[in-house]
């Protein structure tokens, strides 16, 4: 993901649209817990809030929508939890795909394939040849996934050119290595938002939220809708976005 800079979007209201939206869905065992139920019914609301802001990005004119939905630290829960979460995520391949395919919706993985499941790896590659034409919205899917990790392996990368006589490190700056990031040809995310009131990134994006604004809301997850969505956004338009640099005068 490079700094691009947002291209205007038409329509005074849409001026200040965010691009690119990334959400850490998090809160769902809480949810679940507060009402007495098992953690794996939260996780099953959560793709429930996960099918209804897919389609309100798409409303919205989100051109990327990226999701955290498993952490390179989430394998320290519980095994039956994982496995609710990877039985989760294969239904929502299965069931879903053909609706996303036929909505235009592009869908990408980032984070770590090596060691999954073949069936799990299996579906994440069929989603993504499936849809790879698709432009409406791109739902980039962050699975098995973490900044630290990618950010290491991007630097892997960089120094095995290296050693192979095919670089000169002195080449090497920050665009050279968020070129060898997990999708470099996707915008940074304009707004991070967070739910379930926690005010921290996970090991979420950290490379690409270099500018990004956030947006901590204290729902959890499967109460997340398209409403929430927009709240967040008309929280992000008030903001002033500076880069580092001064702020804009009206007029000037
Ligand atoms: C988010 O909800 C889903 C994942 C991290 C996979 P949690 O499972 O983290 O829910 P809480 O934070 O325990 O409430
Ligand atoms: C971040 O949530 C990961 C996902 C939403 C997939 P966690 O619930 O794992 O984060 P911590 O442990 O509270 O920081
Ligand atoms: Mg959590």
Redesign the pocket.
Known sequence: MSNAVAPAIEGSDQADAPLHVAI???GNGRWAAARGLPRAEGHRRGVEALRRVVRAAGELNILYLTI????S??WSRPPSEISDLFGLLRRFVRNDLATLHRDGVRVRVIGERDGLEPDISALLTEAEELTKNNNRLNLVVAFNYGSRQEIAKAARRLAREVAEGKRDPATIDADTLGRYLDAPDIPDPDLIIRTSG?Q?L?N?LMWQAAYSEFVFVPIHWPDFDRTALEGAIAEYARRERRFGGLAAKAGS
């Open positions: 850490i869905m998090d955290f939905s498993f952490s630290e989430n926690e921290r996970s979420f």
